[in-house]
């Protein structure tokens, strides 16, 4: 880049400068300029070529608090293990008994279904011998009244029984 271009970039963007690498003949910087100018507005890009150096320094801080942080939850993990491991046995303990509660509510299920039906059985039961109750007080009314019409008033058994018979004609 010319000094020239160099400097008109100082003043845009502030002071920047490229690794050795982003030196090297390997990287084409053709275009840049138009790039540049095309997007000189764009506070993100400013902000990343005015504080490059900062930013990088911050990445670095980052990394090693990343890396700082990593170690304690690893440190936090192995401590806890064996609570973990505890607790896994625990919940291994709770499937096996919710599934042994499981089984006994489904046989719990199939008792209730075979009351239910035995209940359905002598509500019929009911139903029936109360139809053939009603069925024998009205044989009976009905059978009463007759009995009371067919039967010989105590007098007349008396003069059967005793014999004494009048013949009409004698």
Do not use: W
């Not at 990445?59 to 700082?68: F, K, Q, R, S």
């Not at 064996?82 to 607790?87: A, C, F, G, K, N």
């Amino acid at each position: 880049m010319s000094g020239f271009q160099e400097q008109r970039y100082e003043e845009l963007f502030g002071g920047f400068f490229f690794d050795e690498d982003a030196l090297s003949e390997d990287i084409s910087l053709d275009g840049l300029d138009k790039e540049l100018e095309e997007h000189k507005n764009y506070d993100v890009l400013i902000s990343i070529l005015a504080n490059g150096e900062k930013q990088r320094d911050m990445a670095t801080i980052v990394e090693g608090n990343l890396g700082d942080i990593e170690e304690d939850l690893i440190q936090d993990y192995v401590k806890d293990n064996d609570s973990l491991v505890l607790l896994h046995e625990d919940i291994h303990d709770c499937d096996i008994i919710l599934s042994q509660i499981g089984s006994l509510l489904s046989g719990f299920q199939v008792h209730i279904g075979s009351i239910s039906s035995e209940i359905r059985s002598l509500q019929e039961k009911s139903l029936d011998l109360g139809v053939r109750l009603k069925n024998r007080k009205l044989v009976e009314t009905k059978l009463a009244a007759f009995v009371e019409e067919i039967v010989a008033p105590p007098g007349l058994v008396n003069v059967i029984i005793d014999g004494e018979f009048l013949l009409a004609g004698k």
